[in-house]
């Protein structure tokens, strides 16, 4: 009988709603040394009309589970066009399909998180194995589903000895602490690029602050940004998650109400200085003393970001990109989904109770066979 295949696709469109990332990996050599190959990486883009519908299922509305059902559809056929750029590349069967979905929905203290696809779809437009549904698990074990990807960083990342940070800047902001002593500590920073992203195309109808050039014309407010510094969120002790059920263009413009009028500019300067306050002050409640801190995620290509994370830091620690350990930033996710199918496959946990705050160590995902 022969081996079952190494490779993997991992599959992940995040909170930013700008398409889907993929990755080809080949876990082959995973077990003997840690290392996994990344083959090929892909991206294809939400259409308008998806991204629209998409935003409108953040919030409540008519119709809803038609509507989901519907988005769940499209999001099956645009991963499914993010498999078929992979393809090529792959050199023999592919095991499984990791398939993150959509999160439409996440409310862990309610008992759910949702995260839109129709996985039964993608495994017939592929003919491969999918594996989706990674979150629910942990919520029903009471942790939060979020974040996941600390399991995986600790894997791919850490060094026995050092105390190294992975600091996801998606939509939204993830940490994960790789204390030198090995425990493995993470949670939501907050808005990442989320509000970054809603304030540009509000103001200039940009999907993104390219580099952060628009937010480096303007100044940080102080009084805005303690305003938004003072949103409970940020007190809260881990185990915590959060999303755009929080973090929306709404919750920003009842901060701005609180103040006087301000150029758009230096909101956007403000909302810069948010994501790298709220992210320094987070490594800073989970480490006194940190070696390195490695950036994945969009928000790596914003140079501005980058500089005042690093200014944040104090200069206590060195901030660079994940590329510095052979992956690059914008493969990070993808990659942790494919790992997380690996886990599954091998009835291995895949989420890390201290950071969720589940029960225990569960299985993550649910089998679509081709
Ligand atoms: N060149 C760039 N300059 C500035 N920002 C950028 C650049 N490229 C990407 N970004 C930012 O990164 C975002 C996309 O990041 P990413 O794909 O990591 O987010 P995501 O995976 O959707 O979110 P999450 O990790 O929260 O699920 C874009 O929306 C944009 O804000
Ligand atoms: C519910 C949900 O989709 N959460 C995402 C989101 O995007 C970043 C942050 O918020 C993180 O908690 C998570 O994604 C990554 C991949 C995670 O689970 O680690």
Known sequence: MTAPSSLYIG?????SLDGVDGVLADFADVAHSGAIRTIAAGFVPFDFDLRADLMALQCSGANEIEREAIAANRIAHVYSACVAQLLPAASG????????GQTVRHRPELGFTRQTINPALLAELTGIDVVADFRSRDVAAGGQGAPLV???????????????VVVNIGGIGNISVLHADGRVTGFDTGPGNVLMDGWIARHQGQQY????AWAATGKPDPALLAAMLGEPYFALAAPKSTGRDLFHLDWLDAMLARCTALP???VQASLMQLTAVSIARAIGTEARQVDAVYVCGGGTYNGALMRAL???????????????????PNRVEALAFAWLAYRFHHRQAGNLPAVTGAKGSRILGALYPA
């Open 11 to 15: 599959l992940m469109s995040g909170t």
């Open 93 to 100: 069967p592919v095991r499984a399909i990791a398939a993150h």
């Open 150 to 164: 600390p399991a995986y960083h600790a894997a791919q990342f850490g060094q026995p000895g050092q105390t190294r």
């Open 209 to 212: 602050d390219a580099d952060g």
């Open 264 to 266: 758009a500019a230096d």
């Open 310 to 328: 690093q200014a944040e830091m104090k200069g206590s620690a060195i901030v660079a990109s994940t590329a510095t350990l052979g992956v690059a």
